[in-house]
């Protein structure tokens, strides 16, 4: 019951803000507008919980397993969240909710991985054409299709045997909306994922139906709404979603609905709140929404980093400048995150020094998020090309050349190659 690749399908104003180097021609606007809500399908699926009466929600989400695993999930420690979210499966063999939380868990510890849930990847790059192909093996792949296939297939037997069986309805809309968040995310197959996360719609809507008050099937109802709305009609006709209506006041009353009362979706829906109000320009209730969760698990790294991106985004470069460095000295205290994206972090740093026009920092900036031992490939050659770029503008054109080689080396990612090319023969001179 998540983002599907419907998601995908809304124009940010991030770049605008703080990084006009970084504005689309015309010929890239539509590629433009399907970008930002991938960060909702990685970002809002990243969190849940809350609390909610229990005939109002499936009822294994209030089980205290079940809860001290969401606690070690918002701490990003996977594993930790895994041991506990795998003895709940064992207890409960026959639950497709308990198969859910195996999916939630392997789906985004292997995107964390990936330095797939980071808001500026989506916010500044040209998500759907830039090439990019996760490096992700083929036994995960196959991990996370058994997972949701299993869960669909329990939640169907249920329903077979008793088609007013709510919880079912929601435990196979939910794993159908994670399952279509992975391959938007992972596989960049959008019409595939599209029709997943329809099919989650449809189940949540079929909840509502049975209890109106089942505050955790509103968030995927409100998500797609939203993003619905925003679609030209001919977009939702090539993805095959021509006769699905959207409305934006509707989707976020849904959304506030379903942060204020649910359990899974609690948090999601915060996060969704969040994308939502920053694609529509109101940064002041985007960020109040992003400080609110930063302040509730201040050992979640992503969630500060949201804080961070969002305050550079509403064009507030100096106060953005401050939490990025604010979250990097947090992580050099021991144990305070479990296994930070440092990464990330220097990324957006660096992407706000240059929209300040702080050139030499902006390129130290790019140059330690290129060095961080567990940088996946694609991040590092992004790193190592924008880092070249300030070199050049510094006049330091030897050590430009040398990051543009490394984001031009053959082998792995290659969606850097083509501009770093171009700027080994002629110096970058853009801002």
């Not at 639950?95 to 500044?124: G, S």
């Not at 470069?317 to 220097?346: C, H, M, S, W």
């Not at 190592?384 to 430009?400: I, V």
Request: overall charge negative; some cysteine.
């Amino acid at each position: 019951m998540f983002v599907s690749a419907l998601n995908a399908m809304s124009m940010d104003q991030h770049a605008t803000a703080t990084h006009p180097h970084l504005l689309p021609d015309a010929s890239t606007m539509m590629t433009m507008r399907l970008i930002p809500s991938l960060l909702t399908c990685a970002a809002a699926l990243t969190l849940a919980c809350g609390s909610v009466h229990a005939q109002d929600t499936y009822p294994l989400n209030n089980d205290p397993v079940v809860r001290e695993g969401f606690q070690h999930f918002y701490d990003l420690d996977f594993d930790g969240s895994m041991q506990r979210f795998e003895a709940v499966e064992q207890a409960h063999r026959q639950d497709p909710m308990a198969m859910d939380y195996l999916l939630l868990n392997t789906v985004f510890r292997e995107l964390y991985k990936q330095d797939l849930l980071d808001t500026t990847y989506y916010a500044h790059e040209h998500f759907l054409s830039s090439g990019h192909k996760a490096d992700i093996s083929d036994e995960v792949h196959k991990r996370i299709d058994y997972l949701a296939d299993t869960a669909v297939s329990l939640a169907d037997a249920r329903i077979k045997a008793n088609s007013n069986d709510k919880d079912a309805y929601f435990a196979r809309g939910y794993a159908h909306g994670l399952h279509a968040a992975w391959i938007t995310l992972a596989d960049h197959s959008y019409a595939s994922a599209a029709h997943q996360g329809l099919q989650s719609r449809n189940d949540c809507e079929e909840v509502l139906k049975r209890d109106p008050n089942y505050a955790d099937a509103k968030m995927a109802i409100g998500i797609q709404k939203f993003e619905v709305a925003t679609l030209p009609r001919f977009v939702r006709m090539i993805i095959g979603i021509g006769g699905i209506g959207g409305n934006k006041e509707e989707g976020l009353a849904l959304l506030r609905e379903s942060a204020a009362h649910g359990t899974v979706t609690k948090v999601q829906s915060q996060t969704a709140l969040s994308l939502f109000l920053r694609h529509d320009r109101r940064y002041n209730e985007a960020y109040a929404v992003a400080q609110g969760l930063a302040k509730e698990y201040p050992h979640d790294f992503l969630f500060r980093l949201e804080e961070a991106n969002l305050m550079k985004d509403a064009g507030h470069g100096p106060e953005a400048v401050n939490i990025y460095k604010t979250v990097l000295a947090d992580a050099a205290k021991p144990g305070y995150f479990t296994e930070p994206r440092l990464q990330l972090a220097y990324w957006g740093l660096g992407e706000t020094q240059r929209g300040q026009n702080d050139v030499s920092d902006a390129a130290e900036s790019y140059l330690k998020a290129a060095t961080q031992p567990n940088c996946s490939d694609w991040m590092r050659k992004r790193a190592e090309l924008n880092a070249g770029m300030m070199l050049d503008k510094l006049g330091r054109r030897d050590e430009a050349v040398k990051q543009y080689g490394l984001a031009a080396a053959s082998g792995g990612d290659q969606t850097q190659a083509s501009d770093a090319r171009k700027y080994m023969k002629t110096p970058y001179t853009g801002t």
